[in-house]
Structures are given as structure tokens and as C-alpha cells.
């Protein structure tokens, strides 16, 4: 697992060194998004779970070839709340993490601004926090402790608009596959879909 990490953090950062020796039209913002995110918890008996409200803050940096070209990594704040239900025992837990999707990106001036469209890689760490499972009684309250900590890749896409100002707006969707979850009695996949507000400087 850690070598599979190693090797993504190592391409992606030769992309960005290429990148940035290849061009020089480099901007950045921040963006803000509205989150639908289903964490799939995956190795315990009837679990189910579904899509649950949070929010995502974070920046970015772009980095244009031409009028319609760019790559965009990001740097994001995630965080959800959630509900499992699990043999009909209910457990509610907030769920954070830190990923970084860099997208490689098309773009088209429309009117005053810019249509664009990405997809990309995905990288992110989950942190551990406690549940609160009810009807527990005091001897099983570590049982609140739900092993979630976990390093995570997947993909994305996001689609948007820039006007002309500097802000936009953009949806996007990501898969999250935990990379540890065969050395662990549980992982936790996830599924996010996302509307958001950026600025460019």
C-alpha cells in the first residue's frame, strides 16, 4: 500500500515540476463546495449507508497551456456526518479528511468566461474519529472508536464555469478506494458528489 502511495505522490510531483518548467501562465484561488458523501464501510455484517450532507474548503493552483489546456491540483478539507446501520444498532460518526485531486483540464471561452471540464487521479487520508453507537453499555464504549484512519485513491471529474471576474462555479464527482483496508477489520470506500463556488486571483 505504502509503495503504491510512494509511486503516485512521486508521478504527480514530476508532473507538476514538468509543468511548471514547460509554461509560465500559473494562477490561484480557493473554493468552497456543498457535499453529498456516502462512506462505505466495508467488512461488517449488514451494514448499509447512504448519501449524507457536509462540505469541502480548500484551494488550488492552475496551470494553463494555452487558451485551452490547464492542469488544476487541489488541496481540500472534507467533512461529512454519517449514519450506519448495523444489525439494526444505529452508529452516527463524523468523518474528515485531506485530499489533493488533481485534474487535467479543457477549456473553452464562452461569452465573457470559461466553460471547463477535468478528470483526474485523487489522493486523501481519513482520519479516525469517535462514533457515538447508542445503547451501549460502559464496558463497550471503546466500541466508539471506529477504525476509519486510512489513506485513499481514486478518480474524478468536474465540470464548471469561470466568468470573467474570477469566480465560478463547478460540480464534481470522486471515488475513493481505501488502500488499506485488507490489514484492517474495516475500510471505508468513498463516493462524493459536490457543488461549489471558486475565485481565481
Request: charged fraction near 20%; proline fraction near 2%.
Amino acid at each position: 500500500m505504502k509503495k503504491v502511495f510512494l509511486t503516485a505522490i512521486l508521478a504527480i510531483g514530476s508532473t507538476f515540476a514538468t509543468t511548471v518548467n514547460a509554461q509560465t501562465n500559473i494562477s490561484f484561488g480557493v473554493k468552497l463546495n456543498g457535499n453529498l458523501t456516502n462512506v462505505k464501510v466495508s467488512n461488517l455484517q449488514n451494514e448499509s449507508s447512504s448519501f449524507k450532507p457536509g462540505a469541502s474548503l480548500g484551494s488550488f493552483a492552475k496551470m494553463e497551456f494555452g487558451d485551452h489546456f490547464a492542469l488544476q491540483p487541489e488541496l481540500l478539507l472534507n467533512y461529512t456526518e454519517r449514519k450506519i446501520n448495523m444489525v439494526g444498532e444505529k452508529t452516527k460518526f463524523k468523518y474528515i479528511s485531506v485530499e489533493i485531486p488533481v485534474y487535467l483540464m479543457g477549456q473553452l471561452n464562452v461569452r465573457n468566461g470559461k466553460l471547463f471540464a477535468g478528470i483526474g487521479p485523487n489522493i486523501g487520508y481519513g482520519f479516525s474519529i469517535d462514533s457515538n453507537m447508542e445503547n451501549l453499555s460502559d464496558c463497550d464504549k471503546k466500541a466508539n472508536k471506529l477504525e476509519l484512519s486510512h489513506w485513499y485513491m481514486g478518480a474524478g471529474a468536474l465540470i464548471g464555469y469561470e466568468f470573467h471576474n474570477g469566480i465560478s462555479i463547478n460540480a464534481e464527482y470522486k471515488l475513493g478506494y481505501d488502500l488499506s483496508s485488507k490489514n484492517k477489520t474495516s475500510g471505508a470506500d468513498t463516493q462524493t458528489i459536490s457543488l461549489g463556488v471558486g475565485y481565481r486571483f
